[in-house]
C-alpha cells in the first residue's frame, strides 16, 4: 500500500511516495502504528511507511497539480504512448522535471519496477545501483541513536527523527528520464491509499490551489488526506512570507497542533532573515511517514486574513 506527502508551496512541488507494508499482522498494526510515542521503537520503525520514491517538478502549482491528478488517475493498463499523447508540447513546456529518484533496495525488491523501467529505456538508473554506490551523488546516510532530532541529507532533501530511524542506511538513485516518463512510472504506485500535505503558513495562491486539488481528489476517488502546517517539513523557525517579512514558529512548537484559535500564540510575522545567499525555505520530506504528525484541519493555514 503506497501513501504521499505533497509539497506545494513554491516550486518545485514535491511529491514523496511512501510503501507501507501490509503482509504484517493487523493486530500489532494496530497496537501503536504511526505514532513516535511507543516506547518499542524497533517495532515503530518496520511500522512506519519508508520513503521510496521522490518527485520534484517545477512550474506552477495550478499547472504541476493537474500533471499529479493525471498520473492517479491513469489506467495502469494504459501504454505510455497514450499517456504521451496526453501530454501534448503546449503542456510540458509549462513545467520541467526537476528530480526523479528512487530507493535502491526497494527497487532491487520490486520486478515490476525494474521491468517498467527497461521499457522506457532507462538504463543508466538500474545500473547505478551497482557502480555508483559510492558516487557522492548517491552516498549513503548512516544516523545512529545519538544524532539529532532531524538529521539533514541535504543531496536529497530528506530528514531523519532518530526515535524511528535509529540506525538508517539510505541511497537514493536519480533517475535519467524525461517527465512525461517520471508521470508514467509514479502511476505504477497508484492508486494512493491517502495523501498527506503542508497546508502552508500564509495566503498564497498555491496553498488555495492545493487546497481545492486535494479536497476535489479526495470526493472523486477513495483517498484519504491528512494534514500539518509548512514548519514541519522546515529546518528552521522562519518561512519566508511577502515583500521584506517571514513566519516565525515559536521555539519548541515543532510538534504542536495549530488550529485557527492559537496560531497567533505560536506563530508571528516579523522582518524576514532570509536573503539570495541564504536560503531558508527548502522543505524537506521526512524519511518516516508519521500518521499522528498530521492531526490539522485539512485547510489553508492563513495566519493574516486571506487575500
Known amino acids: ?25 493487523k493486530e500489532n498494526l494496530e497496537e501503536a502504528v504511526y505514532t513516535a510515542k511507543v516506547d518499542n521503537e524497533s517495532t515503530l520503525e518496520n511500522k512506519a511507511p519508508k520513503l521510496i520514491f521522490i518527485l520534484r517538478i517545477d512550474g506552477k502549482t495550478s499547472d504541476v497539480l493537474p500533471l499529479l491528478f493525471l498520473s492517479h488517475n491513469l489506467d495502469k493498463k494504459t501504454a505510455y504512448k497514450s499517456l504521451e499523447s496526453l501530454l501534448t508540447p503546449e503542456v510540458l513546456s509549462k513545467c520541467s522535471l526537476a528530480e526523479c529518484l528512487i530507493d535502491s533496495s526497494f527497487l532491487k525488491e520490486n520486478k ?19 557502480s555508483n554506490q559510492t558516487n557522492s551523488a548517491n552516498r549513503s546516510n548512516y544516523i545512529d541513536k545519538g544524532a539529532n532530532l532531524e538529521n539533514l541529507d541535504t543531496k536529497h532533501n530528506i530528514y531523519f527523527n532518530e526515535k524511528i530511524d ?4 539510505i541511497d537514493f538513485i536519480k533517475l535519467d528520464c524525461s517527465l512525461t516518463k517520471a508521470l508514467y512510472l509514479l502511476s505504477y504506485f497508484m492508486p494512493l491509499n491517502a495523501i498527506y500535505y503542508s497546508r502552508g503558513v500564509g495566503s498564497l495562491s498555491a496553498i488555495k490551489l492545493t487546497h481545492v486539488f486535494l479536497h476535489t481528489l479526495a470526493l472523486s476517488s477513495d483517498i484519504k488526506i491528512y494534514a500539518t502546517n509548512s514548519f514541519y517539513f522546515s529546518q528552521t523557525n522562519e518561512i519566508k512570507a511577502f515583500a521584506n517579512m517571514s513566519f516565525y514558529l515559536k521555539p519548541d512548537s515543532k510538534h504542536v497542533v495549530i488550529t485557527d484559535s492559537n496560531v497567533k500564540d505560536y506563530i508571528h510575522i516579523a522582518p524576514s532573515n532570509i536573503n539570495d545567499s541564504l536560503d531558508l525555505s527548502t522543505l524537506f520530506l521526512p524519511h518516516r511517514l508519521i500518521h499522528d504528525d498530521f492531526l490539522e484541519s485539512c485547510t489553508p493555514l492563513y495566519v493574516t486574513p486571506a487575500v
Not at 112 to 130: A, F, R
Not at 166 to 169: E, I, V
Open 1 to 25: 500500500m503506497y501513501k504521499a506527502i505533497l509539497l506545494s508551496i513554491g516550486t518545485p512541488t514535491t511529491l514523496g511516495i511512501y510503501y507501507e507494508d501490509m503482509s504484517q499482522n
Open 166 to 169: 535509529s540506525k538508517t542506511n
Open 112 to 130: 515490476e519496477i525494474k521491468h517498467i523501467l527497461e521499457s522506457l529505456d532507462i538504463k543508466d538508473s538500474i545500473d547505478s545501483i551497482y
